[in-house]
């Protein structure tokens, strides 16, 4: 559902930098932000780099870009 918002200026500047850089559109990259400051904001022990790499694991996934784990040594009995 679109919503406007009033965003300052000085903002909406720093984003169209940002979404330039990483390819993405002013609204895309203000929703991408947004979507790491809510996960950052559930798991706060958790460092950027791995809410980062948890973005981008189900896109490789998608894409074929990784490979099923298969176990090479044989599981140790309890």
Same mark, same amino acid.
């Given at each position: ?6 965003? #300052? #200026?000085?903002?909406? +500047?720093?984003? =169209? ?6 390819? %993405?559109?002013? *609204? =895309? @990259? ?14 706060? #022990?958790? *460092?950027?780099?791995?809410? @980062? ?14 490979? %099923? ?5 044989? %599981? @140790? +009995? #309890?």
């Amino acid at each position: 559902m679109p919503t406007s918002v009033r965003l #300052d #200026d000085e903002f909406v +500047s720093d984003v =169209k930098v940002h979404a330039e850089a990483e390819m %993405r559109s002013v *609204p =895309k @990259q203000i929703e991408y932000w947004a979507k790491i400051g809510k996960i950052m904001t559930e798991n706060p #022990d958790l *460092p950027y780099s791995f809410v @980062q790499e948890a973005l981008i694991a189900p896109e490789e996934v998608k894409l074929g870009k990784v490979k %099923r784990y298969e176990r090479r040594t044989p %599981r @140790q +009995s #309890d």
